[in-house]
Protein backbone atom coordinates (compact mmCIF):
# COMPACT_ATOMS: atom_id res chain seq x y z
CA UNK A 1 0.00 0.00 0.00
CA UNK A 2 1.31 3.55 -1.25
CA UNK A 3 1.75 6.22 1.81
CA UNK A 4 3.01 9.42 1.72
CA UNK A 5 3.15 11.13 5.15
CA UNK A 6 3.65 14.83 5.84
CA UNK A 7 4.79 15.92 9.45
CA UNK A 8 5.93 18.59 11.40
CA UNK A 9 3.23 21.66 9.88
CA UNK A 10 1.67 23.95 12.90
CA UNK A 11 1.12 27.62 14.26
CA UNK A 12 4.33 29.66 13.69
CA UNK A 13 5.12 33.66 14.12
CA UNK A 14 6.26 35.38 11.11
CA UNK A 15 9.87 35.15 10.88
CA UNK A 16 9.75 31.94 12.61
CA UNK A 17 11.17 28.42 10.67
CA UNK A 18 9.49 24.95 10.37
CA UNK A 19 11.21 21.72 9.35
CA UNK A 20 8.29 19.41 7.51
CA UNK A 21 8.86 15.88 6.45
CA UNK A 22 7.34 13.70 4.02
CA UNK A 23 7.57 9.53 5.02
CA UNK A 24 6.97 7.49 1.73
CA UNK A 25 6.20 3.52 2.02
CA UNK A 26 4.77 0.81 -0.69
CA UNK A 27 7.15 2.09 -3.61
CA UNK A 28 10.75 2.23 -4.53
CA UNK A 29 11.42 5.61 -3.33
CA UNK A 30 14.76 6.11 -4.40
CA UNK A 31 13.44 6.46 -7.96
CA UNK A 32 10.85 8.80 -7.70
CA UNK A 33 11.10 12.66 -8.27
CA UNK A 34 9.28 14.01 -4.92
CA UNK A 35 8.05 17.63 -4.88
CA UNK A 36 6.42 20.18 -2.19
CA UNK A 37 3.61 21.64 -3.53
CA UNK A 38 0.74 24.22 -1.45
CA UNK A 39 -2.34 25.35 -1.30
CA UNK A 40 -3.39 28.70 0.58
CA UNK A 41 -6.99 29.46 1.47
CA UNK A 42 -8.45 30.52 -1.67
CA UNK A 43 -6.11 29.49 -3.67
CA UNK A 44 -4.91 26.93 -6.61
CA UNK A 45 -2.52 24.68 -5.46
CA UNK A 46 0.84 25.61 -6.52
CA UNK A 47 4.66 23.73 -7.04
CA UNK A 48 7.11 24.55 -4.10
CA UNK A 49 9.81 22.52 -4.91
CA UNK A 50 10.98 19.75 -6.05
CA UNK A 51 14.12 17.00 -5.96
CA UNK A 52 14.74 13.98 -8.64
CA UNK A 53 15.66 11.07 -8.48
CA UNK A 54 19.33 11.92 -9.12
CA UNK A 55 18.88 15.07 -6.46
CA UNK A 56 18.17 18.14 -8.84
CA UNK A 57 16.54 20.41 -6.97
CA UNK A 58 14.70 23.21 -8.35
CA UNK A 59 12.55 25.85 -6.39
CA UNK A 60 9.26 27.99 -7.50
CA UNK A 61 11.23 31.80 -7.55
CA UNK A 62 8.98 33.04 -4.58
CA UNK A 63 10.46 30.36 -2.38
CA UNK A 64 14.13 30.37 -3.61
CA UNK A 65 16.47 31.41 -0.47
CA UNK A 66 13.76 30.44 2.24
CA UNK A 67 13.21 27.04 1.56
CA UNK A 68 15.20 24.37 1.25
CA UNK A 69 14.08 20.43 -0.05
CA UNK A 70 16.75 17.79 0.97
CA UNK A 71 16.06 13.54 0.91
CA UNK A 72 17.32 11.00 2.47
CA UNK A 73 17.05 8.14 0.68
CA UNK A 74 17.51 5.87 3.50
CA UNK A 75 15.16 6.97 5.24
CA UNK A 76 12.71 7.16 2.23
CA UNK A 77 11.81 10.68 3.56
CA UNK A 78 11.73 13.92 1.70
CA UNK A 79 12.04 17.29 3.93
CA UNK A 80 11.14 20.45 3.53
CA UNK A 81 12.90 23.63 5.63
CA UNK A 82 11.35 26.60 5.66
CA UNK A 83 13.04 29.43 7.03
CA UNK A 84 11.62 33.10 7.18
CA UNK A 85 8.23 32.09 7.27
CA UNK A 86 5.20 34.81 6.13
CA UNK A 87 1.91 35.02 6.66
CA UNK A 88 1.34 34.48 2.62
CA UNK A 89 3.19 30.98 3.20
CA UNK A 90 -0.10 29.75 5.39
CA UNK A 91 -1.49 26.44 3.48
CA UNK A 92 -1.71 23.03 2.95
CA UNK A 93 1.61 21.53 2.05
CA UNK A 94 1.76 18.35 0.16
CA UNK A 95 4.34 15.75 -0.61
CA UNK A 96 4.12 14.69 -4.22
CA UNK A 97 5.64 11.35 -5.58
CA UNK A 98 6.32 10.96 -9.43
CA UNK A 99 8.07 8.41 -11.83
CA UNK A 100 6.80 8.11 -15.35
CA UNK A 101 2.78 7.64 -14.89
CA UNK A 102 3.01 6.99 -11.34
CA UNK A 103 1.95 9.36 -9.17
CA UNK A 104 1.05 9.57 -5.58
CA UNK A 105 0.09 12.37 -3.40
CA UNK A 106 0.14 12.77 1.08
CA UNK A 107 -2.78 13.94 2.74
CA UNK A 108 -1.17 17.28 3.51
CA UNK A 109 0.07 19.20 6.67
CA UNK A 110 -1.62 22.61 7.76
CA UNK A 111 1.02 25.83 8.21
CA UNK A 112 -0.13 28.44 9.98
CA UNK A 113 2.25 31.74 9.74
CA UNK A 114 0.56 34.29 12.24
CA UNK A 115 1.50 36.76 15.27
Known amino acids: QVQLVESGGGLVQPGGSLRLSCLAS????????MRWYRQGPGKERELVAGITSAGIISYADSMKGRFTISRDNGKNTVYLQMNNLKPEDTAVYYC?????????WGQGTQVTVSS
Open 26 to 33: GFTFRTYA
Open 96 to 104: NARWLSNEY
